[in-house]
């Protein structure tokens, strides 16, 4: 509930008191409903990787990425069948929305706080990368 409170306060969602009915039950009873608010809508997206990219979970998805450098790779050799390179980047997040800099936002959910710390300071990033027709990817 913490986290509903906090996103409730920053504006990503609204909080209403409803009544619903209850199976078997005679009549209703209160409930809260949390529902998106137009900012709220503009960051939440269905069906989103997670980082394993095994699954798709339903997400909030803020910001952009975006390359700040190369900080080395490796010689691109054959992995597996593959042309494939380890390269170490850094990168930022842009465009973060003002409720990302909440206190309370960043205290529950900490990969928002790491992901605003990379305006001013970059994030490294190990990734192995494969060469296909479409470029260099991370996920074949």
Known sequence: MPLLKA????????????????PL????????KYTL?????KYFKKDVKTFDKRE?????????VELDKIINFTEPANLFGRTASQVKYSYKIKN???WTSDSEVQ???????????TV??????????????NGWVDDL
Request: a positive charge; charged letters at 25%; aromatic letters at 6%.
């Open 96 to 98: 973060l929305p003002s």
């Open 120 to 133: 001013n300071k970059p994030d490294e990033v190990t990734a192995l990368l494969f060469l296909t027709g």
């Open 107 to 117: 205290a529950l959910i900490p990969d928002i706080t790491r992901m605003v710390q």
């Open 37 to 41: 608010t137009s900012s709220g809508e």
């Open 56 to 64: 798709k979970k339903n997400a909030f998805c803020f910001g952009e």
């Open 25 to 32: 039950y005679d009549g209703t009873v209160p409930a809260i």
């Open 7 to 22: 996103l409730t306060k920053a504006g990503v969602i609204q909080k209403s008191e409803v009544a619903i009915k209850r």
